[in-house]
């Protein structure tokens, strides 16, 4: 009953990615822990660039500083 | 004080039902633990289901499969 | 599958309170959202009191002064 | 590396108002537990107001109400 | 700079095996979407099996009932 | 209502470092979305070295790496 939470910024994985992410998140606790899929619940957050913070500023912030 | 996270998979709750959840959260933290509801706080998180994964594939695959 | 995180602060619930939560909220989301009790995870987080702030001071703070 | 989750209720944060409040938690982790800010990240998650219960209703419906 | 929680219930892993999960998450998010693994953050949080709920009653009444 | 969980590695903050942590983000939201301190509730979690990993190892392993 594994739950796993990621959370990525927006529009930074296609549906195929995430697809990989749940498959491998899934796999990975079968393999070290001997969890059930069945029961491994996994959600992907994906978070707004400008409600994500580093070293004091948000992504967007920062994208815009280093085009 | 308490806080209450609620994560269910997008499109699955009108206003009323999550009216309903809110509701039943707080009444059953007052009821077992005797909290203020003044001071209950409840959220609910939609995910949508391509990230939501469950036996190692996202809900929109699934249900994709089911039908 | 839906998930729900209780957060309350430690020493609060005895195991019998904890699963009258658990009952609680797996009928809540059965009641109102149709879901399947087997599906259907609750994890509780028993936070201390010096961690947990409100009104700017934490519980322990303000359950000392209080006294 | 520590990580901060800030949640508050949609609408509520201009993109500006979302900076100070990285920069805000940012600067007072560096002050406190001398915490690089390089590896300090910051979430913003913004909740709809269906979404957000305080004394057993939604905020919806209290804003509906106190209007 | 994703960062991803996990929740197990207490006692299932060993130092090593944190270990490993942190490796495999850090290296999946590495391959799946060229993240930098010196930004990921992975962070495990075990939970009392009375603070696990599944199908409306705790692991620890759980694993009492199928002993 | 704002909620704030502050995610540190355990042993880093003293009680009154904790305080300093709860009183700076309440009045952070004060002074930037004119947040209720009342209603803002922050908690602080303290996670083992051996349960956050950066850089695809945990600190424990950092820190004994670096020593």
Known sequence: MPYVNIKITQ?????????????????LLADVLDKNPATTVVTIDEVETDNWGINGESVTARRTRER
Not at 11 to 27: F, N
């Open 11 to 27: 529009d930074e994985a296609t549906p195929e990615q995430k697809a990989l992410l749940i498959r491998g998140v899934t796999d």
